[in-house]
């Protein structure tokens, strides 16, 4: 495995930024009643706005879920003949759009515009109850999108068109953020989408991960704004013996996708354990991963007992550490599934671990009949 950190362009304080973080994530879902209830019964949600045809949308039913500093935004088509209808058609429940919190949202937008990037629907303003929000949208790799979100005004929690909805969190698992966002993308094409974000969007390449295991292989690279708060974990498949499970997802998504998403915890022993109280499965790593785990990543806070039973990873980088643990696909087919991650102060993203996660989901993939 070659891993290589751009050490000098991370947190050298030389990159400015259009943008500041994560604003939203955008799922469409064959039925948005249901997956709320999941999002809420089981990951600790809470549904802050609505809009379906009991306010007047005739087109969709949505929902805008909250908690901390994440929010989701989960959607069905009303009827069968609209363009969230394709989607789910072609990728099954997936993310559509991944929006991000611009300073400017017109002048961002003109600049991605004439960077190359192609637009979905020009700057709008929209009047909230508590404030003004400016909506632009361009498109992304495979059928994905990037609306950028500019706030005037108090923090905005709902988007144009919803109405508050009041529904009480139900479980805990104290998420926080989202930290960052892992995309399959066709292969050979992983160059062309870190100089479409280095270009375009302005952000810098700060990791590289060349994964093989003994039946398939990936090549990884970071891209991440200036903020540091935006990561994109960019992958596609290399040549290995077998199918690997990038070449698996490429397969049921049909093409280019939001592979995982990572939410951060200050807790994760916490916070994985509400999440399986709840139901959610997560990845068992191979037995041996623990064998020599203290020789290579030395002291961390949890005990190995802890990090056996809740099947925790764990990798160090220059910075210090960080632990994390990946769910089972949350659809039927073996698309998107989660991430948990906490950091104490690493960077990275679990290179040391990326072969033994690749093993894990080798022997389910064996269990699906596609290794
Ligand atoms: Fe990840």
Known sequence: MKENTNEAALGNGLHDSLFEGFAYIELYVGNAHQAVHYYRTAYGFKPIGFMGMETGVRDRASYILSQNNIKLVITSPISKDNSIAEHIYRHGDSVKDIALKVKNCEETFQYLIDKGAQAVSPPQRFCLETGHIILATVKTFGENVHTLVEEQGQVFDLLPGYERVNFKQLINPELFEVDHLAICLDEKTLDFWVDFYKEVFGFFQSHQEDVSTEYSAMNSKVVQDGSEKIKFALIEPAKGKRKSQIEEFLTYYAGAGVQHIAFSSANIVSSINTLRKAGIDFLIPPNTYYDRLAERVGEVDVSLDDLKSYNLLVDRDKWGYLMQSFTKPAQTIPTMFYEIIQRHNARGFGA????????????????????
């Open 352 to 371: 040391g671990n990326i072969k033994a996660l690749f093993e894990a989901v080798e022997f389910e993939q064996l269990r699906r009949g596609n290794l």
